[in-house]
């Protein structure tokens, strides 16, 4: 079974600087898709970025940008000029590829990120 | 296009009592699933469906049931609620591609006494 492993419960930036969230996953399969995640304080579940395992490039969203090291199972996410509106919750999540389970997300349980004024 | 709805928003139980929580999609997409939220353990899979009369367990779907009669609705039915089941849960559909994105609802928060 796949397994996602964020190792920092809370991080704190203050505003305009930059922040990585780090992200560990387990899995024995070679294509498969890599997600973050936004919760902010409303509860909604917002898609911040989206990883292609076959696709070498980092993918990035404006501020938002992706480390993917495929070799080390290893997702970690950058924002640059954090701003206080990025304070929420972010989950980072893995899905298949392909296969009948395909559809299923698996999460890590969420970094709480503090945007400081 | 008003996404994935959920009803009702919040709700509170009582030990044994059962109930219906609802999620409707107006995209047409053929996944839709259902998680709950608890601090500190992320989002977990309770229950999948991978299109209209098909249904499938997740990773905690001990105490619920689903049912998927249309391609829109996709209900969840508490049986006899515990206080375990109190949490927030999250319905999400998406497309019937392995790409396709997961549109969450606004979520439901539960609390079971």
């Known amino acids: 079974a796949q397994t996602v492993t964020q190792s920092q419960p809370e991080m704190s930036v203050q505003e305009a600087e930059t922040v990585t969230l780090s992200c560990t996953y387990d899995?024995?399969?070679?294509?498969?898709?890599l997600f973050w995640y936004k919760q902010p304080p409303s509860r909604q579940m917002i898609l911040v970025i989206r990883?292609?395992?076959?696709?070498?490039q980092n993918a990035t969203e404006n501020r938002f940008s992706v480390n993917f090291q495929k070799a080390a199972k290893s997702f970690s996410l950058k924002i640059s000029d954090s701003q206080l509106g990025d304070a929420a919750m972010y989950f980072c999540?893995?899905?298949?590829?392909?296969?009948?389970?395909?559809?299923?997300?698996?999460f890590g349980k969420g970094t709480l990120l503090t945007v400081n004024p | 296009n008003a996404g994935v709805t959920q009803t009702p928003k919040f709700q509170v139980l009582k030990t044994g009592q059962s109930m219906t929580l609802q999620c409707a999609q107006d995209?047409?997409?053929?996944?839709m699933s259902w998680y709950r939220q608890d601090p500190g353990m992320g989002l977990r899979l309770i229950h999948y469906s991978v299109g209209a009369g098909i249904t499938d367990q997740g990773e905690v779907p001990n105490g619920y049931n689903v049912s998927r009669s249309t391609t829109e609705d996709f209900p969840l039915r508490l049986l006899s609620a515990a206080p375990s089941q109190t949490s927030v849960y999250f319905c999400?559909?998406?497309?019937?591609?392995?790409?396709?994105?997961?549109?969450f609802g606004p979520g439901t928060r539960l609390t079971v006494l």
């Open positions: 999400a559909s998406s497309r019937g591609t392995s790409g396709g994105e997961q549109f």
């Open positions: 995209m047409n997409h053929e996944y």
């Open positions: 999540a893995y899905r298949r590829y392909s296969g009948g389970s395909n559809y299923k997300l698996t």
């Open positions: 990883q292609e395992a076959y696709k070498q």
């Open positions: 899995t024995s399969e070679s294509d498969y898709y």
